[in-house]
Protein backbone atom coordinates (compact mmCIF):
# COMPACT_ATOMS: atom_id res chain seq x y z
CA UNK A 1 0.00 0.00 0.00
CA UNK A 2 1.31 3.61 -0.92
CA UNK A 3 2.22 5.51 2.02
CA UNK A 4 0.32 9.01 2.01
CA UNK A 5 1.82 10.36 5.24
CA UNK A 6 3.85 13.03 4.63
CA UNK A 7 7.36 13.67 6.25
CA UNK A 8 5.65 15.41 9.44
CA UNK A 9 3.53 12.00 10.18
CA UNK A 10 0.13 12.91 9.22
CA UNK A 11 -2.26 12.15 6.89
CA UNK A 12 -1.79 14.77 3.69
CA UNK A 13 -5.13 16.35 2.81
CA UNK A 14 -4.46 16.99 -0.96
CA UNK A 15 -7.52 15.41 -1.77
CA UNK A 16 -10.02 17.46 -0.62
CA UNK A 17 -10.70 20.03 -3.39
CA UNK A 18 -13.71 21.30 -5.28
CA UNK A 19 -14.39 18.07 -6.50
CA UNK A 20 -14.46 15.91 -3.32
CA UNK A 21 -16.48 19.01 -2.47
CA UNK A 22 -19.31 18.03 -4.89
CA UNK A 23 -19.09 14.76 -4.31
CA UNK A 24 -20.57 14.96 -0.89
CA UNK A 25 -23.26 17.11 -2.60
CA UNK A 26 -23.97 14.73 -4.43
CA UNK A 27 -23.93 12.10 -1.56
CA UNK A 28 -26.23 14.61 0.26
CA UNK A 29 -28.89 14.27 -2.28
CA UNK A 30 -27.91 10.24 -3.19
CA UNK A 31 -28.69 9.68 0.59
CA UNK A 32 -32.47 10.86 0.95
CA UNK A 33 -33.59 7.52 -0.81
CA UNK A 34 -36.92 7.93 -2.11
CA UNK A 35 -38.68 4.02 -1.54
CA UNK A 36 -37.10 0.54 -0.77
CA UNK A 37 -33.51 0.23 -2.20
CA UNK A 38 -33.97 -1.76 -5.10
CA UNK A 39 -32.86 -5.49 -5.67
CA UNK A 40 -30.70 -4.20 -8.84
CA UNK A 41 -28.74 -1.30 -6.60
CA UNK A 42 -28.41 -4.31 -3.80
CA UNK A 43 -24.44 -4.85 -3.35
CA UNK A 44 -23.24 -8.07 -3.45
CA UNK A 45 -23.64 -10.16 0.01
CA UNK A 46 -20.35 -10.34 0.91
CA UNK A 47 -19.70 -6.38 0.27
CA UNK A 48 -23.10 -5.62 2.38
CA UNK A 49 -21.51 -8.08 5.19
CA UNK A 50 -18.26 -6.57 5.33
CA UNK A 51 -19.67 -3.19 5.57
CA UNK A 52 -21.94 -3.96 8.05
CA UNK A 53 -18.99 -5.62 10.27
CA UNK A 54 -17.25 -2.64 9.55
CA UNK A 55 -20.28 -0.21 10.93
CA UNK A 56 -20.87 -2.19 13.38
CA UNK A 57 -17.00 -2.80 14.59
CA UNK A 58 -16.35 1.81 13.97
CA UNK A 59 -19.00 2.18 16.52
CA UNK A 60 -18.27 -0.20 19.06
CA UNK A 61 -14.47 1.24 18.78
CA UNK A 62 -15.95 4.61 19.08
CA UNK A 63 -17.77 3.43 22.58
CA UNK A 64 -14.33 1.82 23.73
CA UNK A 65 -12.23 4.56 23.41
CA UNK A 66 -9.62 2.45 21.21
CA UNK A 67 -9.14 4.85 18.94
CA UNK A 68 -6.33 4.20 16.91
CA UNK A 69 -8.07 1.04 15.64
CA UNK A 70 -11.41 3.58 15.53
CA UNK A 71 -9.22 5.97 12.94
CA UNK A 72 -8.33 2.67 10.99
CA UNK A 73 -11.68 2.43 10.05
CA UNK A 74 -11.64 5.58 7.61
CA UNK A 75 -9.94 5.86 4.25
CA UNK A 76 -7.12 7.74 4.02
CA UNK A 77 -8.78 10.39 1.88
CA UNK A 78 -11.75 10.34 4.41
CA UNK A 79 -14.39 13.11 5.80
CA UNK A 80 -16.26 12.94 9.46
CA UNK A 81 -18.97 15.17 8.75
CA UNK A 82 -21.69 16.78 11.78
CA UNK A 83 -23.98 19.37 9.63
CA UNK A 84 -25.20 22.13 12.25
CA UNK A 85 -28.03 22.41 9.60
CA UNK A 86 -31.22 20.14 9.25
CA UNK A 87 -31.13 18.71 6.90
CA UNK A 88 -27.43 19.33 6.31
CA UNK A 89 -26.67 22.05 3.61
CA UNK A 90 -22.91 22.62 1.36
CA UNK A 91 -19.81 22.83 3.74
CA UNK A 92 -18.16 25.14 1.81
CA UNK A 93 -21.18 27.82 2.38
CA UNK A 94 -22.31 26.87 6.03
CA UNK A 95 -20.82 25.95 9.22
CA UNK A 96 -21.10 22.71 10.39
CA UNK A 97 -20.46 21.08 14.42
CA UNK A 98 -17.74 19.30 13.12
CA UNK A 99 -15.73 18.78 9.33
CA UNK A 100 -12.36 16.86 9.56
CA UNK A 101 -10.50 15.55 6.76
CA UNK A 102 -8.37 12.11 7.95
CA UNK A 103 -5.43 15.09 9.13
CA UNK A 104 -7.82 16.71 11.35
CA UNK A 105 -9.57 13.53 12.49
CA UNK A 106 -6.12 12.53 13.99
CA UNK A 107 -5.86 15.51 15.65
CA UNK A 108 -9.09 15.20 17.39
CA UNK A 109 -7.89 11.60 18.16
CA UNK A 110 -4.37 13.20 19.70
CA UNK A 111 -6.25 15.89 21.65
CA UNK A 112 -8.36 13.20 23.90
CA UNK A 113 -4.69 11.50 23.79
CA UNK A 114 -3.47 14.33 25.58
CA UNK A 115 -4.71 13.35 28.77
CA UNK A 116 -5.81 17.23 29.39
CA UNK A 117 -8.41 17.19 27.56
CA UNK A 118 -10.93 18.62 30.27
CA UNK A 119 -14.11 18.21 27.98
CA UNK A 120 -13.44 14.26 28.46
CA UNK A 121 -12.31 14.43 32.09
CA UNK A 122 -14.22 12.68 33.53
CA UNK A 123 -13.86 10.64 30.00
CA UNK A 124 -17.60 10.64 28.70
CA UNK A 125 -18.92 7.17 28.40
CA UNK A 126 -20.97 6.26 25.57
CA UNK A 127 -23.22 3.33 23.44
CA UNK A 128 -24.08 3.71 20.12
CA UNK A 129 -27.36 1.88 18.81
CA UNK A 130 -27.38 1.57 15.08
CA UNK A 131 -30.65 0.44 13.65
CA UNK A 132 -32.77 0.20 10.17
CA UNK A 133 -29.57 0.01 8.25
CA UNK A 134 -29.86 0.12 4.24
CA UNK A 135 -27.24 -0.17 1.95
CA UNK A 136 -26.62 -0.06 -1.90
CA UNK A 137 -24.65 0.52 -4.58
CA UNK A 138 -23.05 3.57 -5.47
CA UNK A 139 -21.91 4.85 -8.60
CA UNK A 140 -18.42 3.81 -8.49
CA UNK A 141 -16.89 0.84 -6.74
CA UNK A 142 -18.58 2.18 -3.55
CA UNK A 143 -21.53 1.47 -1.34
CA UNK A 144 -23.36 3.38 0.45
CA UNK A 145 -25.81 3.28 3.62
CA UNK A 146 -28.08 4.64 6.10
CA UNK A 147 -28.98 3.96 9.09
CA UNK A 148 -30.51 5.40 12.76
CA UNK A 149 -28.91 6.49 15.38
CA UNK A 150 -29.40 6.44 19.42
CA UNK A 151 -26.02 7.64 21.53
CA UNK A 152 -26.54 7.05 25.10
CA UNK A 153 -23.73 9.53 27.23
CA UNK A 154 -22.42 9.47 30.31
CA UNK A 155 -20.76 12.54 31.64
CA UNK A 156 -20.65 13.60 35.41
CA UNK A 157 -22.81 11.31 36.31
CA UNK A 158 -25.86 12.28 34.04
CA UNK A 159 -27.07 10.42 30.99
CA UNK A 160 -28.38 12.10 27.73
CA UNK A 161 -29.49 11.14 24.59
CA UNK A 162 -28.71 11.90 21.15
CA UNK A 163 -29.91 10.73 18.21
CA UNK A 164 -30.65 11.20 14.16
CA UNK A 165 -29.37 8.96 11.26
CA UNK A 166 -26.02 8.54 9.59
CA UNK A 167 -25.03 8.12 5.84
CA UNK A 168 -21.89 6.47 5.10
CA UNK A 169 -19.73 6.07 1.72
CA UNK A 170 -17.62 2.92 1.49
CA UNK A 171 -14.48 2.16 -0.45
CA UNK A 172 -12.49 -0.57 -1.15
CA UNK A 173 -8.80 -0.42 -0.41
CA UNK A 174 -6.50 -3.08 -0.79
CA UNK A 175 -9.00 -5.73 -0.28
CA UNK A 176 -10.75 -3.94 2.73
CA UNK A 177 -13.63 -1.72 2.71
CA UNK A 178 -13.21 1.46 4.81
CA UNK A 179 -15.35 4.63 5.34
CA UNK A 180 -14.69 7.27 3.19
CA UNK A 181 -17.47 9.57 4.37
CA UNK A 182 -19.65 9.38 7.39
CA UNK A 183 -22.14 12.09 7.66
CA UNK A 184 -23.91 12.29 11.05
CA UNK A 185 -27.49 14.03 11.32
CA UNK A 186 -28.24 15.30 14.63
CA UNK A 187 -32.26 15.83 14.87
CA UNK A 188 -31.18 19.12 16.56
CA UNK A 189 -27.91 20.04 14.98
CA UNK A 190 -29.60 23.23 14.35
CA UNK A 191 -30.06 23.58 18.25
CA UNK A 192 -28.44 23.52 21.54
CA UNK A 193 -25.59 21.17 21.83
CA UNK A 194 -24.13 19.79 24.87
CA UNK A 195 -20.99 18.57 25.05
CA UNK A 196 -20.05 16.31 22.63
CA UNK A 197 -16.42 16.12 22.50
CA UNK A 198 -16.50 12.38 22.11
CA UNK A 199 -17.00 10.14 18.36
CA UNK A 200 -20.33 10.10 16.98
CA UNK B 1 -30.00 43.48 33.75
CA UNK B 2 -30.47 42.47 29.80
CA UNK B 3 -33.24 45.50 29.79
CA UNK B 4 -31.08 47.94 31.45
CA UNK B 5 -28.64 48.60 28.28
CA UNK B 6 -27.91 48.14 24.82
CA UNK B 7 -28.06 44.24 24.19
CA UNK B 8 -27.11 42.43 20.41
CA UNK B 9 -29.72 41.05 18.51
CA UNK B 10 -29.04 40.09 14.71
CA UNK B 11 -26.77 40.81 11.99
CA UNK B 12 -28.25 42.85 8.91
CA UNK B 13 -27.45 40.62 6.83
CA UNK B 14 -29.80 37.83 8.32
CA UNK B 15 -32.37 39.90 7.56
CA UNK B 16 -30.92 41.30 4.33
CA UNK B 17 -34.68 41.24 2.18
CA UNK B 18 -37.78 43.32 2.88
CA UNK B 19 -40.00 41.76 5.12
CA UNK B 20 -37.80 38.76 6.85
CA UNK B 21 -37.30 38.62 10.23
CA UNK B 22 -35.19 36.05 12.49
CA UNK B 23 -36.20 34.93 16.32
CA UNK B 24 -33.98 35.88 18.84
CA UNK B 25 -33.34 36.55 22.37
CA UNK B 26 -33.19 39.68 24.47
CA UNK B 27 -32.00 38.22 27.77
CA UNK B 28 -34.71 35.99 28.78
CA UNK B 29 -37.44 37.56 26.39
CA UNK B 30 -38.29 36.38 22.86
CA UNK B 31 -38.67 38.68 20.04
CA UNK B 32 -38.63 38.83 16.36
CA UNK B 33 -36.07 41.03 14.68
CA UNK B 34 -38.41 42.24 11.74
CA UNK B 35 -37.50 44.38 8.90
CA UNK B 36 -40.29 46.11 6.89
CA UNK B 37 -40.99 46.63 3.77
CA UNK B 38 -39.65 50.03 3.78
CA UNK B 39 -36.21 48.24 5.20
CA UNK B 40 -37.00 49.61 8.57
CA UNK B 41 -35.97 47.32 11.82
CA UNK B 42 -38.41 46.21 13.88
CA UNK B 43 -37.61 44.12 17.30
CA UNK B 44 -41.25 42.79 18.43
CA UNK B 45 -41.98 41.07 21.65
CA UNK B 46 -42.76 37.39 20.48
CA UNK B 47 -46.36 37.31 22.66
CA UNK B 48 -49.43 38.13 21.23
CA UNK B 49 -51.12 40.65 22.90
CA UNK B 50 -54.69 38.49 23.21
CA UNK B 51 -53.77 35.53 25.63
CA UNK B 52 -49.88 35.44 25.89
CA UNK B 53 -49.60 32.76 23.32
CA UNK B 54 -45.93 32.55 20.82
CA UNK B 55 -46.82 34.47 17.53
CA UNK B 56 -43.95 33.77 15.79
CA UNK B 57 -43.32 30.00 15.93
CA UNK B 58 -40.21 29.35 13.47
CA UNK B 59 -36.58 30.64 13.56
CA UNK B 60 -36.53 32.78 10.65
CA UNK B 61 -38.28 33.17 7.36
CA UNK B 62 -38.84 35.70 4.91
CA UNK B 63 -41.74 37.22 2.65
CA UNK B 64 -43.92 37.73 5.56
CA UNK B 65 -45.50 41.07 6.18
CA UNK B 66 -47.82 39.11 8.78
CA UNK B 67 -47.54 37.43 11.61
CA UNK B 68 -50.99 35.39 12.89
CA UNK B 69 -51.01 33.78 16.06
CA UNK B 70 -51.83 30.22 15.46
CA UNK B 71 -54.55 30.42 18.91
CA UNK B 72 -57.07 32.65 18.23
CA UNK B 73 -55.86 33.90 14.43
CA UNK B 74 -54.81 37.56 15.76
CA UNK B 75 -53.00 39.59 13.38
CA UNK B 76 -49.80 41.63 13.46
CA UNK B 77 -48.02 43.96 10.73
CA UNK B 78 -43.85 42.88 11.01
CA UNK B 79 -43.78 46.50 12.31
CA UNK B 80 -46.07 45.28 15.50
CA UNK B 81 -49.55 47.01 14.43
CA UNK B 82 -52.49 44.83 15.14
CA UNK B 83 -53.69 44.11 11.57
CA UNK B 84 -56.55 42.36 12.11
CA UNK B 85 -58.65 40.40 15.21
CA UNK B 86 -61.06 38.08 13.56
CA UNK B 87 -64.95 38.51 14.42
CA UNK B 88 -63.91 41.81 15.88
CA UNK B 89 -67.76 42.93 16.07
CA UNK B 90 -68.09 41.00 19.31
CA UNK B 91 -65.86 43.23 20.92
CA UNK B 92 -68.32 45.93 20.43
CA UNK B 93 -68.26 49.46 18.27
CA UNK B 94 -64.69 51.48 18.08
CA UNK B 95 -62.48 48.93 19.09
CA UNK B 96 -59.26 50.88 19.19
CA UNK B 97 -56.71 47.86 17.47
CA UNK B 98 -53.99 49.77 18.20
CA UNK B 99 -53.78 48.78 21.81
CA UNK B 100 -53.02 45.44 21.01
CA UNK B 101 -50.21 46.33 18.90
CA UNK B 102 -47.33 43.64 19.63
CA UNK B 103 -44.96 45.75 22.19
CA UNK B 104 -41.79 46.99 20.63
CA UNK B 105 -38.26 47.27 21.73
CA UNK B 106 -38.36 51.02 21.47
CA UNK B 107 -34.99 51.77 20.58
CA UNK B 108 -33.62 49.77 18.25
CA UNK B 109 -30.20 50.53 16.17
CA UNK B 110 -27.98 49.20 13.71
CA UNK B 111 -23.66 50.06 13.87
CA UNK B 112 -22.05 49.28 10.90
CA UNK B 113 -24.19 45.86 10.07
CA UNK B 114 -24.75 44.97 13.92
CA UNK B 115 -28.37 45.14 15.40
CA UNK B 116 -28.45 46.32 18.87
CA UNK B 117 -31.34 46.96 20.90
CA UNK B 118 -32.83 48.72 24.27
CA UNK B 119 -35.61 48.84 26.60
CA UNK B 120 -33.88 51.91 28.65
CA UNK B 121 -35.15 54.74 27.32
CA UNK B 122 -31.75 56.92 28.70
CA UNK B 123 -29.36 54.78 26.88
CA UNK B 124 -31.86 54.37 24.29
CA UNK B 125 -31.73 58.67 23.79
CA UNK B 126 -27.76 58.80 23.97
CA UNK B 127 -27.83 55.83 20.98
CA UNK B 128 -25.60 52.80 20.31
CA UNK B 129 -22.53 55.11 19.54
CA UNK B 130 -22.50 56.79 22.81
CA UNK B 131 -22.92 52.49 24.09
CA UNK B 132 -20.24 51.54 22.37
CA UNK B 133 -17.38 54.39 23.22
CA UNK B 134 -14.47 53.29 22.05
CA UNK B 135 -15.51 49.77 21.16
CA UNK B 136 -16.73 51.19 18.15
CA UNK B 137 -13.47 52.03 16.87
CA UNK B 138 -12.12 48.06 17.41
CA UNK B 139 -15.22 47.06 15.60
CA UNK B 140 -14.24 49.15 12.97
CA UNK B 141 -10.73 47.26 12.64
CA UNK B 142 -12.49 43.81 12.99
CA UNK B 143 -14.69 45.12 10.29
CA UNK B 144 -11.60 46.63 8.28
CA UNK B 145 -9.67 42.81 8.63
CA UNK B 146 -12.62 41.36 7.05
CA UNK B 147 -12.63 43.91 3.96
CA UNK B 148 -14.16 46.56 5.21
CA UNK B 149 -17.22 48.21 3.46
CA UNK B 150 -16.69 47.05 0.05
CA UNK B 151 -16.82 43.30 1.65
CA UNK B 152 -20.26 42.87 3.31
CA UNK B 153 -20.40 40.47 6.20
CA UNK B 154 -22.76 37.53 6.43
CA UNK B 155 -23.75 34.89 8.79
CA UNK B 156 -22.94 31.55 7.42
CA UNK B 157 -24.69 29.36 9.62
CA UNK B 158 -24.15 28.86 13.89
CA UNK B 159 -22.90 26.52 16.24
CA UNK B 160 -25.09 26.29 19.38
CA UNK B 161 -24.05 25.06 22.43
CA UNK B 162 -25.78 25.05 26.34
CA UNK B 163 -23.56 26.02 29.31
CA UNK B 164 -24.33 24.51 32.82
CA UNK B 165 -22.97 27.89 34.58
CA UNK B 166 -24.61 30.96 34.88
CA UNK B 167 -23.71 33.61 31.43
CA UNK B 168 -20.90 35.67 33.27
CA UNK B 169 -18.70 32.56 34.02
CA UNK B 170 -18.45 32.71 29.71
CA UNK B 171 -18.52 36.26 29.94
CA UNK B 172 -15.33 36.36 32.74
CA UNK B 173 -13.77 34.10 30.46
CA UNK B 174 -14.15 36.15 27.35
CA UNK B 175 -11.55 38.80 28.30
CA UNK B 176 -9.07 36.09 30.11
CA UNK B 177 -5.44 36.33 28.21
CA UNK B 178 -3.75 34.30 31.77
CA UNK B 179 -5.91 30.90 30.60
CA UNK B 180 -4.85 29.81 27.28
CA UNK B 181 -1.77 28.07 28.54
CA UNK B 182 -3.59 25.99 31.04
CA UNK B 183 -7.25 25.58 30.05
CA UNK B 184 -5.97 24.87 26.77
CA UNK B 185 -3.41 22.48 27.54
CA UNK B 186 -4.78 19.49 25.22
CA UNK B 187 -4.97 21.50 22.21
CA UNK B 188 -1.13 23.17 22.57
CA UNK B 189 -0.08 20.17 23.36
CA UNK B 190 -1.22 17.96 20.74
CA UNK B 191 -0.26 20.77 18.27
CA UNK B 192 3.48 20.84 19.78
CA UNK B 193 3.44 17.18 19.07
CA UNK B 194 2.19 16.84 15.31
CA UNK B 195 3.06 20.63 13.92
CA UNK B 196 6.07 21.42 16.19
CA UNK B 197 6.81 24.79 17.74
CA UNK B 198 5.66 28.31 16.42
CA UNK B 199 2.07 27.11 15.64
CA UNK B 200 -1.38 29.01 16.76
CA UNK B 201 -1.76 29.79 20.47
CA UNK B 202 1.66 28.89 21.62
CA UNK B 203 2.60 32.52 22.15
CA UNK B 204 0.83 31.85 25.31
CA UNK B 205 2.99 30.20 27.49
CA UNK B 206 5.72 31.05 28.97
CA UNK B 207 6.42 35.26 30.13
CA UNK B 208 3.06 36.17 28.38
CA UNK B 209 3.14 39.42 30.08
CA UNK B 210 6.67 40.49 28.87
CA UNK B 211 4.98 39.80 24.72
CA UNK B 212 3.47 43.14 22.96
CA UNK B 213 0.16 41.83 23.47
CA UNK B 214 -2.02 43.82 25.82
CA UNK B 215 -5.55 44.15 27.63
CA UNK B 216 -8.07 46.87 27.13
CA UNK B 217 -10.88 48.45 29.14
CA UNK B 218 -12.93 49.98 26.54
CA UNK B 219 -15.61 51.99 28.64
CA UNK B 220 -19.48 50.75 29.65
CA UNK B 221 -18.35 47.23 30.40
CA UNK B 222 -16.52 46.43 26.90
CA UNK B 223 -13.00 45.07 26.74
CA UNK B 224 -10.16 44.65 24.34
CA UNK B 225 -7.49 41.52 24.34
CA UNK B 226 -5.10 41.83 21.09
CA UNK B 227 -3.11 38.75 19.84
CA UNK B 228 -2.46 40.43 17.02
CA UNK B 229 1.42 41.50 17.81
CA UNK B 230 2.22 38.14 18.34
CA UNK B 231 -0.37 36.29 16.02
CA UNK B 232 0.80 38.51 12.83
CA UNK B 233 4.22 39.29 13.56
CA UNK B 234 4.96 37.04 10.48
CA UNK B 235 1.90 35.36 9.45
CA UNK B 236 -1.27 33.98 11.60
CA UNK B 237 -2.37 31.92 7.83
CA UNK B 238 1.32 30.30 8.23
CA UNK B 239 0.95 29.70 12.14
CA UNK B 240 -2.56 28.14 11.82
CA UNK B 241 -3.03 24.44 12.41
CA UNK B 242 -3.57 23.00 8.90
CA UNK B 243 -7.13 23.23 7.94
CA UNK B 244 -9.14 20.37 5.88
CA UNK B 245 -8.67 21.00 2.45
CA UNK B 246 -6.37 23.88 2.74
CA UNK B 247 -3.64 22.33 0.19
CA UNK B 248 -5.88 22.54 -2.41
CA UNK B 249 -7.40 25.94 -1.89
CA UNK B 250 -3.93 27.48 -1.62
CA UNK B 251 -3.00 25.77 -4.88
CA UNK B 252 -6.13 27.00 -6.42
CA UNK B 253 -6.39 30.66 -5.55
CA UNK B 254 -2.38 30.98 -6.08
CA UNK B 255 -2.60 29.87 -9.52
CA UNK B 256 -6.48 32.40 -10.22
CA UNK B 257 -5.13 35.32 -8.53
CA UNK B 258 -1.44 35.46 -8.16
CA UNK B 259 0.33 34.76 -5.12
CA UNK B 260 0.89 38.12 -3.29
CA UNK B 261 -3.08 38.44 -3.44
CA UNK B 262 -3.52 35.02 -2.29
CA UNK B 263 -1.69 35.38 0.73
CA UNK B 264 -3.87 38.24 1.81
CA UNK B 265 -6.80 36.24 1.12
CA UNK B 266 -5.23 33.66 3.44
CA UNK B 267 -4.58 36.18 6.26
CA UNK B 268 -8.10 37.53 6.19
CA UNK B 269 -9.45 33.67 6.20
CA UNK B 270 -7.39 32.89 9.35
CA UNK B 271 -8.57 34.18 12.71
CA UNK B 272 -8.84 38.20 13.16
CA UNK B 273 -6.54 38.26 16.43
CA UNK B 274 -8.84 40.26 18.23
CA UNK B 275 -10.68 39.70 21.01
CA UNK B 276 -13.58 42.60 21.32
CA UNK B 277 -16.26 42.02 24.38
CA UNK B 278 -19.09 43.80 23.52
CA UNK B 279 -21.13 44.11 26.92
CA UNK B 280 -23.18 42.28 28.00
CA UNK B 281 -23.40 39.45 25.23
CA UNK B 282 -21.33 39.88 21.48
CA UNK B 283 -17.93 38.76 21.39
CA UNK B 284 -15.68 38.89 18.39
CA UNK B 285 -13.58 35.30 18.85
CA UNK B 286 -11.06 35.10 15.68
CA UNK B 287 -13.63 35.60 12.70
CA UNK B 288 -16.50 34.41 14.69
CA UNK B 289 -19.32 36.17 16.97
CA UNK B 290 -20.35 34.37 20.30
CA UNK B 291 -23.32 35.64 21.47
CA UNK B 292 -24.44 34.84 24.96
CA UNK B 293 -27.76 34.49 26.32
CA UNK B 294 -28.96 34.06 30.03
CA UNK B 295 -31.36 30.99 30.30
CA UNK B 296 -31.69 30.51 33.61
CA UNK B 297 -29.34 31.49 36.96
CA UNK B 298 -27.32 28.22 35.57
CA UNK B 299 -27.64 27.79 32.52
CA UNK B 300 -26.80 29.68 29.49
CA UNK B 301 -27.20 29.56 25.35
CA UNK B 302 -23.46 29.99 23.98
CA UNK B 303 -24.20 30.76 19.83
CA UNK B 304 -21.17 31.23 17.42
CA UNK B 305 -22.00 32.44 14.65
CA UNK B 306 -20.24 32.68 11.28
CA UNK B 307 -19.22 34.86 9.29
CA UNK B 308 -17.92 34.75 5.43
CA UNK B 309 -17.52 37.91 2.99
CA UNK B 310 -19.11 38.97 0.20
CA UNK B 311 -16.66 39.25 -2.92
CA UNK B 312 -14.00 37.29 -2.53
CA UNK B 313 -13.58 33.91 -4.38
CA UNK B 314 -15.57 31.36 -3.05
CA UNK B 315 -12.61 29.09 -1.70
CA UNK B 316 -11.83 32.24 0.54
CA UNK B 317 -14.76 31.73 2.14
CA UNK B 318 -14.54 27.82 2.43
CA UNK B 319 -10.90 28.21 4.26
CA UNK B 320 -12.80 30.54 6.43
CA UNK B 321 -15.31 28.50 7.60
CA UNK B 322 -12.97 25.45 7.85
CA UNK B 323 -10.59 27.48 10.00
CA UNK B 324 -13.83 28.79 12.18
CA UNK B 325 -14.58 25.18 12.87
CA UNK B 326 -10.99 24.50 14.74
CA UNK B 327 -11.85 26.53 18.04
CA UNK B 328 -14.92 25.20 19.06
CA UNK B 329 -13.84 21.46 18.59
CA UNK B 330 -10.58 21.82 20.03
CA UNK B 331 -10.18 24.92 22.86
CA UNK B 332 -13.63 25.78 23.63
CA UNK B 333 -14.70 22.65 25.17
CA UNK B 334 -12.35 22.27 27.71
CA UNK B 335 -13.08 25.99 28.50
CA UNK B 336 -16.73 25.31 28.83
CA UNK B 337 -15.86 22.32 31.45
CA UNK B 338 -14.22 24.79 33.40
CA UNK B 339 -16.77 27.29 33.08
CA UNK B 340 -19.07 24.48 34.64
CA UNK B 341 -16.34 23.43 37.21
CA UNK B 342 -16.14 27.51 38.16
CA UNK B 343 -20.16 27.67 38.29
CA UNK B 344 -20.42 24.00 40.84
CA UNK B 345 -17.61 25.87 43.21
CA UNK B 346 -19.72 29.23 43.68
CA UNK B 347 -22.16 27.41 44.70
CA UNK B 348 -20.53 26.12 48.14
CA UNK B 349 -22.12 28.32 50.55
CA UNK B 350 -18.90 28.54 52.73
CA UNK B 351 -17.25 30.37 50.41
CA UNK B 352 -18.23 33.47 49.12
CA UNK B 353 -15.42 34.84 46.91
CA UNK B 354 -13.61 34.95 43.87
CA UNK B 355 -10.37 36.13 42.66
CA UNK B 356 -10.33 38.94 40.21
CA UNK B 357 -7.22 40.98 41.78
CA UNK B 358 -4.43 39.68 39.23
CA UNK B 359 -2.85 43.41 38.02
CA UNK B 360 -4.68 45.16 39.77
CA UNK B 361 -3.05 48.77 40.95
CA UNK B 362 0.04 47.80 38.10
CA UNK B 363 1.60 50.93 38.15
CA UNK B 364 3.06 50.81 34.15
CA UNK B 365 -1.41 50.46 33.12
CA UNK B 366 -1.86 53.75 31.27
CA UNK B 367 -5.39 55.94 30.72
CA UNK B 368 -5.69 57.55 27.46
CA UNK B 369 -7.63 61.03 26.36
CA UNK B 370 -10.54 58.52 26.21
CA UNK B 371 -10.75 56.37 29.40
CA UNK B 372 -9.26 53.60 27.56
CA UNK B 373 -6.97 51.48 30.43
CA UNK B 374 -4.31 49.48 28.86
CA UNK B 375 -2.35 46.90 30.62
CA UNK B 376 -0.56 43.38 30.47
CA UNK B 377 -2.42 40.62 28.74
CA UNK B 378 -2.62 38.34 31.66
CA UNK B 379 -4.47 41.16 33.68
CA UNK B 380 -8.11 41.10 35.32
CA UNK B 381 -8.95 44.18 34.14
CA UNK B 382 -11.44 42.31 32.01
CA UNK B 383 -13.44 41.10 34.77
CA UNK B 384 -12.84 44.23 37.03
CA UNK B 385 -14.03 46.64 34.43
CA UNK B 386 -17.39 44.45 33.49
CA UNK B 387 -18.14 44.15 36.60
CA UNK B 388 -18.04 47.45 37.65
CA UNK B 389 -20.32 48.40 34.90
CA UNK B 390 -22.92 44.97 35.74
CA UNK B 391 -23.31 46.50 39.09
CA UNK B 392 -24.32 49.57 38.02
CA UNK B 393 -27.05 48.26 35.84
CA UNK B 394 -28.05 46.07 38.32
CA UNK B 395 -28.51 48.63 41.22
CA UNK B 396 -30.51 50.39 38.53
CA UNK B 397 -32.72 47.76 37.36
CA UNK B 398 -36.31 49.04 36.86
CA UNK B 399 -38.60 46.17 36.27
CA UNK B 400 -41.48 48.54 34.59
CA UNK B 401 -38.97 49.51 31.87
CA UNK B 402 -41.83 48.52 28.87
CA UNK B 403 -45.08 50.54 30.59
Known amino acids: ?200 | MFSETWVYLAHASEIKEPNSFVARKMGQRSVIVTRDKENKIHALLNRCTHRGATVCREKKGDKTPFFTCPYHGWTFRNTGECAAIPHQDAYGEGLDKQQFNLKKVPFVSEYRGFIFATLNPEKGRKGIKEHLKSAAGRLDEWIDHNGGDHRAIRISGAQQYTVHANWKCLYDNAGDGYHPEFSHQSLLKMTQERYGSGMDLDYFSGGIDSTPMYSQSLGNGHSFLDQRPCMYENSAFERQRPQPGREAIVEQLTKEVGEQKAKAYFEMATGAGMNLNIFPNLLFIGNQMQVITPLSVGLSDMTWYSTTVDNVPTVVNTLRIRTQEDFTAFGEPDDTANFEACFKGMQEREIDWIDISRHLGRAEDSTDDSGVVTSVISSDIHMRTYYEEWKKLMQSNDASRLG
Open chain 1, 1 to 200: MVDTKNSAGHQDSTYLNEAYYDQLMHLNEDWQLDGPVPAINQPSLADKLACEALVFAEARLADDLRLEQWLDCYSDKSIYWIPANYPAGDPRQEITLEFHDKRRLEDRVARIRTGVAYSMLPVIRTRHVLGNIEYWQGETNEVRARTSFIIDALFNEKHRTLSGWIGYSFVKNDGDWKISVKQVNLIDADCLQENNTFFL
